[in-house]
């Protein structure tokens, strides 16, 4: 079993920026890919940003340039840094941890993008 907590989430103005991060703890040395989705209110869960144990990350088109995913598996956690907000990033953001047999969802953290 995994445990992902995130925490980081907030109220920002348009403009503004979050760190969002996510502690993982439990069968660690059984994941391999890390990431960030969001679900917005009546819409599907989306993929956010990924990051591999080895280094290799993708992003959503509707962040590249704005939002960075970053790493560190020395201390088991991830992070999302959001700069340049929109309203329509306005979302609950989920940190998602792989293994080749399955996934695991932290609790979420909420997103708030207004003015």
């Known amino acids: 079993q995994v445990q992902l907590v995130e925490s980081g989430g907030g109220l920002v103005q348009p403009g503004g920026s979050l760190r969002l991060s996510c502690a993982a703890s439990g069968s660690i040395r059984s994941i391999d890919v890390m990431g960030w989705y969001r679900q917005a209110p009546g819409k599907q869960r989306e993929l956010v940003a990924v990051?591999?144990?080895?280094?290799?990350?993708g992003y959503a088109d509707f962040v590249k340039g704005r939002f960075t995913i970053s790493r560190n598996n020395a201390k088991n956690m991830v992070y999302l840094q959001m700069n340049s907000l929109k309203p329509e990033d306005t979302a609950a953001y989920y940190c998602?941890?792989?293994?080749?047999?399955?996934?695991?969802w932290g609790q979420g953290t909420q997103v708030t993008v207004s003015s």
């Open positions: 990051v591999s144990s080895g280094g290799t990350i």
């Open positions: 998602n941890a792989r293994s080749s047999t399955r996934g695991y």
